[in-house]
C-alpha cells in the first residue's frame, strides 16, 4: 500500500500509486478535511440518492486518483460498504495505489462475453474494513469506448445494489468524451481542480460538458491550495463548491464550503 513518499512529478502515481494519507495519518488535518469532503457529499445527498459518484478533472495530474482514493477510504472508515473502481483506463492507478494485481478488472467485466459473472471473481480486498477494489484490469486498445458503453451502464447499475457506495477514479473530462457518456449515468461528479495548475478557462469549460451531459455536480476539491495553516508539509487543501471565482477569497482556509 502506497503512503508517503517524495513528490516525482506527474507519472509518480502511475508507477506507485496514489498517497493514502488518510491511512498513514488518520488524525491529520489533511484527513479531516477528506473526511469533510464526505460530510459535504452526504449534504448533498439529502436531496437525491448518492450511491455512484465519480471523480474527474479539467486535464491530467490534478489529484483525481488521490483524491478518490482517500475519499473512498474515508467512506469505507463511516462503515459503509464501499466499492473502488479504476474508471481511468488511459492511466489507470488503483491497483499501484492499493498494491494489487491488475491481472483482470473493470475491462475483464466489460469485454466479457458472457453476462453472468461473479463480481467477487473480479474485486479485491483493499486491506481496509469494508473497502473492496476493482481495478482497471488489463488496457484494451479502446479504452474510451468501453467505459462510455452501454454494458458500463448496466454494470454500474448492478453494482450499486451490493455496495453502499461505489466510488469512481475517472479519465479528465476535457481529454476523453466517454467520461461524460458515463457522468451522466452516475448520482454524483465532483471536479477535481489543482490550484495554480487548471487554468480557469478549462474548469468552466469542463463544468459546462458535465452540465450539457445532464450530469449532477455535486462541486468541486480544490487541491495542492498552499495554506500557512495547513501544518502539514505536502501542501494539501480543499476547497469544496462551485464558483472558481470564489477560489481566491476562500485560499486562506483550510477547508471551504459553497452552495452553487
Ligand atoms: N495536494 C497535493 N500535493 C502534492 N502533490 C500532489 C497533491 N495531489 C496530487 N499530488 C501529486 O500529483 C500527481 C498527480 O496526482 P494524481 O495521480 O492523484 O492525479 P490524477 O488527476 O489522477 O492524474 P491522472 O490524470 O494521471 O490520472 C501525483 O504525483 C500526486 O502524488
Ligand atoms: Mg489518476
Redesign the pocket.
Known sequence: MALFRK????????HYG??LITVAKPQSQTTEQFRTVRTNINFKAIDHDINTLAFT?A???????????NVAITYAQSGKKTLLIDG?L??P?VHSTFSLTNRRGLTSILTSDSNEFSLDEFTQDSGIENLSILTAGPIPPNPAELVGSKRMKTFIDLVRNYYEMVII?L??IL?VSDTQELARELDGVVL?V?QGKTQKQAVKRAVEMLTIAHAHVLGYVM???KSEDAGYG????YGYGYGYGEQEKEKKSIFSWMNK
Open positions: 513528490k516525482r512529478g506527474t507519472d509518480e502515481t502511475m496514489a498517497k478533472s486535464a491530467i495530474s490534478e489529484g483525481k486518483s488521490t483524491v478518490a482514493a481511468d488511459r492511466r492507478t477514479d479519465t479528465p481529454e477535481v489543482r487541491n495542492d491550495v505536502y501542501g494539501y487543501g
